[in-house]
């Protein structure tokens, strides 16, 4: 059996993304981060691939994480929606799981920052994988 290499095409599709956002008035921070201004102050979103699988494929998608500090329910709330909102003024609606925080975040709360993941994948721009959500 051999291996098969997505770095170069999963690098690929994370510059589509990041370009994209670019456009929107995104600031790319470097390689594979860009800034976002919200109404807690700025926040940086990076990119890294993540393999997902459902019935028994795995598929590999990007995953865009960030962290906040010191931040309520309501305001992290308004910028996950706004985060959504920017992704799909882009053609490209993050993973959508009715169970998950804001329903296409995961969320992970420390004592002094909470840290959210969020997934996208140009081949699923409607956020759908097999008519299934996660």
Request: hydrophobic letters at 30%; charged letters at 35%.
């Amino acid at each position: 059996m051999s291996k098969l290499d997505l770095n170069d095409e999963l690098d690929n599709e994370m510059y589509k993304v990041i370009n994209k956002l670019e456009e929107n008035g995104y600031k790319r921070e470097d390689e594979f981060c860009i800034k976002m201004q919200s109404k807690i102050g700025d926040i940086y979103i990076a990119f890294f691939p993540k393999l997902l699988q459902y019935d028994n494929k795995t598929i590999p998608w990007i995953c865009c994480q960030f962290e906040v500090e010191d931040t309520n329910e309501e305001e992290l709330t308004s910028v996950c929606k706004q985060i959504v909102k920017e992704f799909e003024e882009i053609d490209l609606k993050p993973f959508m799981d009715e169970d998950a925080y804001c329903q296409h975040f995961t969320k992970k709360d420390n004592k002094e920052w909470t840290k959210l993941q969020m997934y996208v994948n140009i081949d699923f721009p409607n956020g759908e994988w097999h008519n299934h959500t996660l």
